[in-house]
């Protein structure tokens, strides 16, 4: 390798893009002859669609057609299968029925000459609804118990036994309310069919299974269809699988032959977009008097919806974060008049560890030992779990070196016994961990004549650094600096690449870079030894690369431009694949870490905020540290928002989302902003690939609720177990 | 957002003219409020009519040491203007608490005082509610209300005003100079806002056609000290759960002059004349305030989901009082110093 | 249910509206209800200024008229005739970076990028604004009216930072 590029702090390259304004995100794009979608939402949450008039909107300045049930054409529901690459986030295609499963579920979608046309004319659109009684407004507001899910279940040991003949035992209900990610860019789809082919500009997580599934869904070819989506605005998980509204979009563009663009209402998207559901967990902990885990028992209850089954794999953390011999993990799902839940962020396992981490802060005080303490008691040497030893696992020193640069050591643990003027503080911790997985993966590298190389794979960066972490791929690998290579990603057309999702799009996408960078590279020594090669007659395998260049080890070195040029090539092009092997059988792959939060507590004006965060992260190896901390960071003030602001609140009465918007539904704000002190330790796994990397865009998120939680119980002595955290469950007065 | 008609005034007579007292048309400034309702289809004009560029973005001190204030003034210049960060800090914080910098370039001064409710029911063109559709009855009053008032509350509405400068006027005192069709004319501040009582429809006293043209501070409070705290889930651009805005002069270590105004808990910005009474002449000790703030909250109403904002804001009203208190003395120093 | 509406208002007329961005003046012939942001987005190619909710809730739209942050879908472009109107596309001069822009590029003061157009912009017109005080809970609470869910407020006071220690270095005036 000739120079050192991976693990270095280097500016995004996608950056002036970004700065400029020239970045290219979905909402961005149009087209000659554009139209303009505008959604009609459903004012209930449960009953039918009576009847549309739509006489007054049709008849409005620039509309061109309203679309709806019984005005639209007939298609195909997607397979909506992982394996094939085409799920989908809703199966039920739009106008399907008449039926209305969800408030701001889509009813009509209005096609107009501009925006305002078209806005004005939804807003004109009359639907008249038959409303049902008994509308499940959420998991929280319902005795409902809920379907239990067999393929969620884990059992290992005798946890029911092993809890009933502990010492020491906690029995804690926690629950959560249903989140929305709100990803700065709402969802949108600009579609364009051109000869029976379709274009589509979307926000995506995924444009490969985009691509597949509007295929299934106009029945149309795969090579027909072509998904881009260069820059997207965040997503947190509900832009990895497409929505209805890209369905009707392109299926409008296609009725009145003209392009059609949708972007998505701020309301109406956090109304039908995804969530994340809310939850019910009952967490049931044993020990000895040592504080050794005795039994650990997790059920709980998540959310659906009536029209797509979603499961939030809650507990699935849980058998594997700490030694203990009997464990029990079980799962409901209750469906409930929301739109359909998604993945968000840390799926599942952020959910589980907030119950889990408060659960073993529980267990501490029972048992009178300091909480950080219980955890290095239970440390798992390996992955009880699946029985495997861990690929690297270095949480031990997450613990120290975090809580050293904390203070933890000066913690008084009397509750608000440390105080600060009008001020009491809490200190608290949790443990987070987050798996570690991959996908297989194809990259196309080419090396150019004019001296610059190109690299490509039909993945996404969604803002966590994929742009860069490819270009520095190759720069490591060739040689070649950081402002002569381009990356394309974004297009489905590209060489197929992974979902931008579970902090896997790193470990995915790099070896099925490096492995094209290679490719590249041997292509190029083959033509340079061959006739009329710069190397001509010299062995392939004997020549090296250095800093853009080939060298015959004996002091020539031909630079990859002037290998090309003097053959008369334009380019060398090298096809990539990379897939797991068979590691997952030998090692248990995870990430690990820690928070401690000081949270100030002013009970004379119930004033509650984070003052202080200090974390460390075991990540394998970071491609790029300060795009790696910037995403721990962002988990943490995401956090906040878990622990403190954010809930959906669905009126209990019909069901309907009440918050829908960025004043109601509260996300942490600058000045919400702790200080933040965030390491990444540095351990390569090579086990898992050959950069040693093993993903951080979730994890981070992972135990920062519980941690929260935890330092509220130390500062104001009440031990909440519902998220979010409000100033009236905590005034006195 | 339907369509509409707009027109530019340049001054006070054209936009009245302009108006001509129908109901359908509105004037725009700041339009922070009217454009988001608008895009909501909670508001409807027909017409609109530009009146931020009319000659009203002066601050100046009149000769009997009020300070008047053009209705186009924008808040940022309001909030940051020397005379009033001198001698109305109250007015200046209460300000800077609310909303944000783009929110508060964009805000007039009169556009603040006609600021709407956000209460979400109001906002959802398909949900009931009497302030928007008279006669649709309210979704709030058993829905979900954790965010709506406790006082000046009526059967018909609990709707919030949200407005944290309107609560630094309503302690300070102020007049309103209002023009129309009928001419020009004054009313008190909190004379403004109307209690929703049967009709929550009629939030004002504006008569069709008439525009705010000046908001008139009373004098200052000789030596008060002044406190607004804003009580709230995030540290910034949200609106109070409950807010408190206090004056305290003082003579010695008695209450001589209090002034004290709530916000996040009222239908409209709500002077607490019965804790302004009970402080009266008492000793400025923390016993006072507590006494002061349940008078001010006695009247409050709860339901299901706000019934933590008459606790939080007796917390609010102590806090800012003792705040207020404390910085007495300062303030009587440097309007002493400086004449 | 039935939604209610009164009768169905007539597309009004459109307006001729002179609009000076980024130092060029467009005359374009608008709608009144058409808002800055739309008009920038829409009509003058001008996508680098992003809507996040229409509704002046986050920020995403932030532009500068007459040297003054605002939040461009809150404001009628007809509103914004005779103004000087800029955006994160007139930022950079003489193809440089502006400070501001390159101290976000060096402290990574962005993950997506959707919100930070509008977060430069609030940043640029901060340090102008003398105003406001140099204070870390200054400078946030300034900034407040521009959310990241990204969260990557850390890097973004640190560009802040940057940006105001090289405008004094060079003797810019506050």
């Given at each position: 390798m000739t120079t050192q590029t991976i693990g270095q702090r280097t500016p995004r390259v996608d950056g002036e893009f970004k700065?400029?304004?020239?970045?290219?995100?979905?909402?961005?794009?149009?087209?000659?002859?554009?139209?303009?979608?505008?959604?009609?939402?459903?004012?209930?949450?449960?009953?039918?669609?009576?009847?549309?008039?739509?006489?007054?909107?049709?008849?409005?300045?620039?509309?061109?057609?309203?679309?709806?049930?019984?005005?639209?054409?007939?298609?195909?529901?997607?397979?909506?299968?992982?394996?094939?690459?085409?799920?989908?986030?809703?199966?039920?295609?739009?106008?399907?029925?008449?039926?209305?499963?969800?408030?701001?579920?889509?009813?009509?979608?209005?096609?107009?000459?501009?925006?305002?046309?078209?806005?004005?004319?939804?807003?004109?659109?009359?639907?008249?609804?038959?409303?049902?009684?008994?509308?499940?407004?959420?998991?929280?507001?319902?005795?409902?118990?809920?379907?239990?899910?067999?393929?969620?279940?884990?059992?290992?040991?005798?946890?029911?036994?092993?809890?009933?003949?502990?010492?020491?035992?906690?029995?804690?209900?926690y629950t959560i309310a249903a989140e929305s990610h709100v990803p700065m860019e709402v969802h949108a789809t600009l579609a364009e069919w051109r000869d029976g082919r379709l274009r589509v500009h979307e926000s995506s997580q995924g444009v490969l299974f985009q691509r597949?599934?509007?295929?299934?869904?106009?029945?149309?070819?795969?090579?027909?269809?072509?998904?881009?989506?260069?820059?997207?605005?965040?997503?947190?998980?509900?832009?990895?699988?497409?929505?209805?509204?890209?369905?009707?979009?392109?299926?409008?563009?296609?009725?009145?032959?003209?392009?059609?663009?949708?972007?998505?209402?701020?309301?109406?998207?956090?109304?039908?977009?995804?969530?994340?559901?809310?939850?019910?967990?009952?967490?049931r902990l044993a020990a000895d008097e040592a504080g050794r885990l005795t039994a650990i028992r997790h059920d709980s209850t998540t959310e659906t919806s009536p029209v797509h089954t979603h499961v939030d794999a809650v507990g699935s953390a849980t058998p594997s974060l700490y030694a203990c011999d009997n464990v029990a993990v079980g799962q409901r799902l209750v469906t409930v008049n929301h739109g359909t839940p998604c993945p968000m962020r840390g799926p599942g396992e952020v959910s589980g560890l907030f119950a889990l981490e408060c659960a073993m802060d529980e267990l501490a005080g029972e048992l009178g030992i300091d909480p950080l303490d219980l955890r290095r008691r239970n440390h798992a040497e390996r992955d009880p779990g699946k029985d495997l030893p861990w690929s690297s696992k270095h949480l031990d020193a997450c613990y120290d070196n975090a809580a050293a640069?904390?203070?933890?050591?000066?913690?008084?643990?009397?509750?608000g016994a440390m105080r600060d003027g009008d001020e009491i503080l809490g200190w608290g911790m949790a443990s987070c961990t987050w798996f570690a997985g991959r996908q297989p993966c194809a990259a196309r590298v080419e090396l150019h004549a004019d001296g610059h190389v190109t690299a490509a794979c039909g993945t996404q960066d969604i803002g966590t650094g994929t742009y860069t972490v490819v270009a520095q791929t190759v720069a490591e690998l060739t040689g070649v600096p950081l402002s002569r290579i381009e990356v394309r990603l974004g297009e489905s057309s590209l060489p197929a690449?992974?979902?931008?999702?579970?902090?896997?799009?790193?470990?995915?996408?790099?070896?099925?870079?490096?492995?094209?960078?290679?490719?590249?590279?041997?292509?190029?020594?083959?033509?340079?030894?061959?006739?009329?090669?710069?190397?001509?007659?010299?062995?392939?395998?004997?020549?090296?690369?250095?800093?853009?260049?080939?060298?015959?080890?004996g002091g020539r070195r031909v630079g990859f431009?002037?290998?090309?040029?003097?053959?008369?090539?334009?380019?060398?092009?090298?096809?990539?694949?990379?897939?797991?092997?068979?590691?997952?059988?030998?090692?248990?792959?995870?990430?690990?870490?820690?928070?401690?939060?000081?949270?100030?507590?002013?009970?004379?004006?119930?004033?509650?905020?984070?003052?202080?965060?200090?974390?460390?992260?075991?990540?394998?190896?970071?491609?790029?540290?300060?795009?790696?901390?910037?995403?721990?960071e962002g988990s943490i003030v995401m956090g906040i928002g878990m622990a403190l602001l954010e809930g959906l609140d669905y009126d209990p009465r019909d069901a309907r989302?009440?918050?829908?918007?960025?004043?109601?539904?509260?996300?942490?704000?600058?000045?919400?902003?702790?200080?933040?002190?965030?390491?990444?330790?540095?351990?390569?796994?090579?086990?898992?690939?050959?950069?040693?990397?093993?993903?951080?865009?979730?994890?981070?998120l992972t135990g920062i609720a519980a941690a929260i939680a935890n330092a509220v119980y130390h500062a104001t002595g009440k031990r909440l177990r519902d998220l979010p955290i409000r100033l009236e469950h905590l005034l006195v007065e | 957002m339907r369509p509409f008609a707009f027109d530019t005034a340049t001054d006070s007579g054209a936009a009245i003219a302009i108006h001509g007292g129908d109901d359908r048309r509105a004037y725009i400034a700041g339009g922070t409020t009217l454009i988001d309702l608008v895009k909501l289809d909670v508001m409807r004009p027909a017409a609109l009519i530009d009146v931020s560029r009319l000659p009203l973005a002066e601050v100046e001190r009149l000769d009997d040491g009020r300070l008047r204030i053009g209705a186009a003034v924008t808040n940022s210049e309001l909030a940051h203007h020397p005379l009033v960060r001198e001698h109305y800090p109250l007015l200046a914080q209460a300000i800077l608490a609310g909303a944000s910098t783009q929110i508060r370039n964009m805000a007039t001064t009169a556009g603040n005082v006609m600021q709407r409710t956000r209460c979400p029911y109001y906002r959802d063109a398909a949900a009931a509610c009497n302030r928007r559709e008279p006669g649709s009855g309210c979704d709030a009053l058993h829905g979900i209300n954790r965010m709506h008032a406790v006082l000046g509350v009526s059967e018909q509405c609990i709707a919030t005003h949200p407005s944290d400068m309107c609560v630094a006027l309503a302690a300070l005192g102020a007049t309103l100079t209002l023009e129309g069709p009928e001419?020009?004319?004054?009313?008190?501040?909190?004379?403004?806002?109307?209690?929703?009582?049967?009709?929550?429809?009629?939030?004002?006293?504006?008569?069709?056609?008439?525009?705010?043209?000046h908001v008139t501070l009373d004098t200052p409070l000789v030596g008060g000290g002044a406190a607004y705290l804003k009580l709230r889930d995030r540290a910034s651009y949200e609106f109070a759960l409950a807010s408190a805005g206090a004056v305290v002069a003082l003579e010695g270590e008695v209450i001589s002059d209090v002034r004290l105004a709530l916000g996040g808990v009222a239908t409209k910005p709500w002077r607490a004349v019965e804790a302004e009474r009970a402080l009266d002449g008492q000793p400025a000790v923390a016993s006072s305030f507590e006494v002061a703030a349940d008078a001010a909250l006695q009247d409050a109403v709860p339901r299901e989901h706000n019934a933590f904002k008459i606790p939080l804001a007796r917390q609010a009203i102590v806090r800012a009082l003792r705040d207020a208190t404390a910085r007495a003395g300062t303030t009587t120093t440097t309007r002493g110093n400086q004449g | 249910m039935m939604d209610h509406s009164d009768a169905p208002p007539q597309d009004a007329d459109a307006l001729t509206v002179t609009l000076t961005v980024n130092g060029e003046t467009h005359r374009l012939t608008l709608a009144p209800n058409v808002v800055l942001l739309d008009a920038l987005r829409d009509r003058l190619g001008l996508t680098g200024t992003k809507k996040g909710c229409d509704h002046g809730q986050c920020g995403a739209c932030t532009v500068h008229v007459d040297g003054r942050a605002i939040n461009s879908c809150l404001r009628l472009a007809a509103m914004c005739e005779g103004r000087a109107i800029t955006t994160v596309e007139g930022l950079a001069r003489d193809g440089a970076l502006h400070p501001v822009q390159q101290a976000?590029?060096?402290?990574?003061?962005?993950?997506?990028?959707?919100?930070?157009?509008?977060?430069?912009?609030?940043?640029?017109?901060l340090l102008d604004d003398g105003r406001i005080g140099d204070s870390d809970a200054e400078i946030r609470e300034a900034m407040s009216g521009n959310l990241c869910r990204c969260g990557a407020y850390k890097n973004i006071l640190a560009a802040i930072r940057q940006a105001e220690s090289e405008a004094r270095g060079r003797g810019g005036d506050a």
């Open positions: 700065l400029t304004g020239r970045a290219d995100y979905a909402v961005d794009h149009s087209a000659p002859g554009m139209l303009i979608g505008y959604p009609v939402p459903a004012s209930i949450a449960h009953g039918t669609l009576a009847g549309l008039d739509l006489e007054t909107a049709r008849a409005m300045p620039g509309v061109v057609d309203i679309f709806h049930h019984g005005h639209f054409p007939t298609l195909a529901r997607s397979p909506n299968s992982m394996a094939q690459q085409n799920v989908v986030s809703e199966v039920r295609l739009p106008f399907e029925d008449t039926r209305i499963y969800y408030d701001g579920q889509l009813v009509a979608l209005v096609v107009a000459e501009t925006f305002e046309q078209a806005r004005a004319a939804a807003h004109a659109v009359r639907a008249e609804y038959h409303e049902e009684a008994g509308a499940i407004s959420g998991l929280l507001h319902t005795d409902r118990d809920g379907e239990w899910q067999a393929g969620q279940a884990r059992s290992r040991g005798e946890p029911r036994e092993a809890w009933e003949q502990s010492p020491v035992r906690i029995d804690r209900t597949k599934a509007m295929a299934r869904i106009f029945d149309i070819a795969e090579e027909d269809v072509e998904v881009v989506s260069h820059y997207i605005g965040s997503g947190f998980g509900n832009k990895l699988f497409m929505w209805p509204h890209a369905v009707a979009t392109a299926a409008a563009a296609r009725e009145v032959g003209r392009p059609v663009r949708t972007v998505m209402p701020r309301q109406q998207d956090m109304a039908t977009t995804g969530n994340r559901p809310a939850s019910r967990q009952r967490l640069r904390f203070g933890w050591s000066r913690r008084e643990p009397g509750i690449g992974p979902l931008s999702g579970g902090s896997m799009a790193t470990a995915t996408t790099l070896p099925a870079v490096a492995a094209a960078t290679r490719q590249a590279l041997d292509a190029l020594k083959e033509v340079a030894t061959g006739d009329g090669g710069a190397f001509a007659g010299v062995a392939g395998e004997s020549l090296g690369v250095e800093q853009g260049t080939l060298t015959d080890g431009a002037e290998v090309l040029e003097g053959l008369r090539l334009a380019s060398v092009t090298g096809d990539g694949q990379a897939a797991p092997g068979d590691e997952k059988t030998r090692y248990s792959f995870r990430s690990f870490g820690a928070h401690f939060v000081e949270v100030r507590w002013d009970p004379g004006i119930s004033r509650l905020r984070v003052s202080r965060v200090v974390s460390d992260f075991d990540i394998g190896r970071a491609i790029n540290p300060a795009t790696a901390r910037n995403q721990v989302l009440v918050n829908n918007n960025y004043a109601d539904y509260l996300i942490p704000t600058h000045a919400d902003m702790p200080e933040i002190d965030v390491e990444l330790l540095d351990h390569p796994d090579f086990a898992f690939n050959e950069f040693g990397a093993r993903g951080v865009g979730e994890i981070g | 001419g020009r004319r004054e009313i008190a501040f909190n004379d403004f806002h109307r209690l929703p009582a049967e009709h929550p429809e009629i939030e004002h006293e504006l008569a069709p056609g008439e525009l705010i043209t | 976000f590029l060096d402290q990574d003061a962005y993950q997506c990028g959707f919100c930070t157009s509008g977060q430069m912009m609030s940043a640029a017109a």
